[in-house]
């Protein structure tokens, strides 16, 4: 099962998978950023795909709960967010294993620049009986400009031993090595600095199958730099 909701369709939701099931869970944002508060309980065997472009403007808190019920479910979700101007958004997408045998990817990839702030935080948690879970959760931002901000802060609670559990946060400023290099080779800045861009956004299409949806948002990573 397929669901895709884009701008004032994103809300505040509870979704559930059941036992076998697979839904695949589309979110982008192209206009303004709302804050919500998403929950999905994934049960036996089941599996959750999610991904979620964000290209909105505004401020408030995004967050997305996945809780693992029962064995062998499992969660892959990735997003990709642009944040300009004032923008001041915090991302929490987080990961409940409260079953054996579960598993979880979870990553946030961003880019920050003017005078706006990026915020990535989430909780991986594996509950005590959880054996056999793995688990593991990314943030990463790459900070353009002198005046915006970027913070990452993914957090491991592991009460079991017998698990496979990760993170990492990096938050940089853009590799000028990188930027230097696209500029030698005569391409201008604001052009060096949307391929950058793209280069670091634009995987999060592969988990969109609609090729209008992709094409939005290849505009809108273009638009924004």
Do not use: W
């Not at 950023?33 to 999905?40: A, M, R, T, Y």
């Amino acid at each position: 099962m397929g669901i895709t909701l884009i701008n004032n369709e994103i809300s505040d939701r509870d979704f559930e998978v059941k036992e076998g099931e697979e839904l695949t869970l589309n979110l982008a944002y192209f206009d303004a950023f709302k804050p919500c508060k998403i929950n999905v309980k994934v049960h036996k065997n089941a599996t959750l795909n999610a991904a979620f472009a964000d290209f909105g403007k505004g401020k408030g808190k995004f967050e997305f709960n996945v809780y693992l019920e029962e064995e062998g479910a499992n969660c892959n979700f990735h997003s990709a967010c642009l944040a300009s101007a004032s923008d001041d958004k915090v991302f929490d997408t987080s990961v409940y294993h409260n079953a054996a045998h579960t598993s979880a990817i979870m990553s946030n990839y961003g880019i920050t620049r003017d005078s706006s702030k990026l915020v990535f935080t989430g909780v991986s948690e594996i509950k005590k009986g959880s054996i056999a879970t793995v688990t593991r959760q990314e943030a990463k931002i790459i900070v353009f400009d002198p005046d915006c901000k970027g913070a990452c802060s993914p957090i491991l609670k592991i009460d079991e031993n017998d698990v496979s559990a990760s993170h990492a946060a990096t938050v940089g400023r853009l590799n000028e090595q990188h930027l230097f290099y696209l500029l030698s080779r005569g391409i201008d800045e604001q052009t060096a600095k949307r391929l950058i861009t793209l280069g670091y956004l634009k995987p999060v299409e592969q988990y969109f199958d609609e090729e209008a949806l992709r094409e939005n948002i290849d505009k809108a990573i273009e638009e924004g730099i």
